[in-house]
């Protein structure tokens, strides 16, 4: 074929540019109808009346209930604009050129460069780019140029996944919506009336608003690498529900593997503590012997569900470095353990039992009961692989970086979870507390009153 020496007509890159974006066309198309149609049949005075009314809605939706509004329709229209005005057309093809990740036809030279096929925008900082691959390209050659891609869309960082033959996705991170300085801890509730079990307040999200976890009939899971920032979710909860602790309506058993060096500050705390693992699984059957008397309790009663009391108290079990119980401990023991805290986790919801473990490698030979845990929180880990793992399947491709969150103290705390009622990642950062916040927070549970139990 010879050489083109003339571009193609602007008819015909219109027409195959429409071809492309169908709802570029036909939106705009359809509503322009729409509106001489309405201006036709209402008048114009109705007609804009109706308009009117639409925005009025549009904006009272948007004031009105922010959270329905934030999940529906804000990251569609943040995607179309970060579509048409930031991924656009000759500015991401002059990106690309000098990225050096355009090709040239050999044959007829003509410059050709990977096409967006979807833009989407879950979250204020992260943008994932679905690009078409020309021909010959691999994603190993947009890896190798994913900071100079990084700094030519003046972010803090572009991730490369494959997505299927011939199509990639760049996760796009615009900014980190967190301070350096860690959040401070929350001042501790008053009273037990004021503790939501079902939406404890354990730090922010990148949205500003405070980030919430349901923890009874719930049981939580998080992941993070040495420094990620895990004793916050071990803190947090309890000072949320400080309270419930201090009037016996909430009792927490801890599972310390760390030989007690994380809980040792704030012991008077917990019902029980173990600190080694002949222990822990004392503790662990305990607390699954009490669900049994629970469930007991409450079939003859006639009740299905349990109401958290002086008498039926919520029963947290937290585990800290869960992998050393569950993965890493003489074989026998590791398969007891298992089967209790699966008997635990099946049948803790109604009773008013929750498991909360945290691990540094979230792996299922690590964790073999990791798919029973209904609430996920995963801070920085070491490879991309983990992220899957403990948000579910998809999710780093859906923007959850959680292994491109630097370890220290600036990103301490800072990870993802999915947001409820979607398939939505979230960025998140947990409240810090000082040794001396754990010292008041045990100082308020407890006073002068003694422990419950003796440390097992």
Not at 94 to 108: A, G
Not at 201 to 220: F, I, K, R
Not at 264 to 289: K, M, N, Q, T, Y
Request: hydrophobic share 45%; glycine share 8%; net charge neutral.
């Amino acid at each position: 074929m010879p050489k083109a020496f003339r571009n193609q007509g602007i008819e015909f890159r219109a027409m195959k540019w429409a071809v492309r974006h169908p709802g570029m066309v036909s939106v705009p198309t359809g509503l322009a109808a729409a509106a001489a149609e309405g201006v036709m049949t209402l008048g114009a005075p109705t007609a804009g009346a109706l308009a009117g009314g639409v925005a009025l809605g549009l904006a009272g939706w948007y004031r009105g209930h922010p959270a329905s509004f934030d999940a529906v329709a804000l990251p569609r229209l943040r995607a179309f604009r970060r579509r048409w005005l930031t991924y656009v057309g000759r500015r991401w093809a002059d990106i690309l050129t000098d990225c050096e990740l355009i090709t040239v036809n050999r044959r007829t030279d003509q410059v050709q460069v990977p096409r967006i096929v979807r833009v989407t925008a879950a979250s204020p900082s992260i943008d994932t780019i679905m690009v078409r691959l020309n021909r010959g390209q691999t994603p190993t050659v947009f890896e190798e140029r994913a900071e100079a891609l990084a700094h030519a869309l003046r972010a803090e960082r572009v991730a490369v996944m494959r997505v299927r033959p011939q199509v990639i996705a760049l996760v796009v991170e615009r900014c980190n919506p967190f301070d350096s300085d860690p959040i401070p801890a929350i001042d501790i509730p008053h009273t037990s009336a004021e503790v939501d079990l079902s939406a404890l307040e354990l730090g922010d999200t990148e949205y500003g608003t405070p980030w919430t976890l349901p923890l009874v009939g719930n049981h939580l899971f998080g992941a993070g690498a040495t420094g990620s920032g895990k004793s916050a979710l071990l803190w947090d909860p309890l000072r949320a529900m400080a309270p419930m602790l201090r009037d016996g309506i909430v009792q927490v058993d801890m599972v310390d593997m760390k030989e007690g060096m994380e809980t040792e500050i704030g012991a008077p705390l917990f019902h029980r503590r173990a600190i080694d693992f002949a222990e822990s699984v004392e503790v662990i059957e305990g607390f699954r012997d009490e669900m049994k008397e629970r469930q007991a309790l409450l079939r003859e009663q006639g009740a299905r569900r349990f109401t958290p009391s002086v008498e039926t108290p919520f029963r947290v079990l937290q585990i800290d470095e869960m992998g050393m119980m569950t993965g890493f401990g003489p074989s026998k023991e590791v398969r007891d353990v298992l089967r209790l805290l699966a008997e635990i986790m099946t049948q803790g919801r109604a009773p008013g039992f929750a498991v909360c473990g945290y691990v540094q490698e979230p792996t299922k030979d690590t964790v073999g009961v990791r798919d029973l845990f209904t609430q996920r929180v995963c801070l920085s880990v070491t490879t991309q692989g983990h992220v899957d793992m403990v948000l579910g399947e998809g999710m780093r491709l859906r923007g959850a970086l959680a292994d491109e969150i630097p370890l220290g103290d600036d990103y301490a705390g800072t990870g993802f979870v999915v947001r409820a009622r979607s398939r939505t990642p979230q960025r998140v950062r947990a409240f810090y507390q000082s040794d001396d916040d754990i010292r008041d927070l045990v100082a308020f549970v407890t006073g002068d009153r003694p422990r419950l139990h003796a440390v097992a």
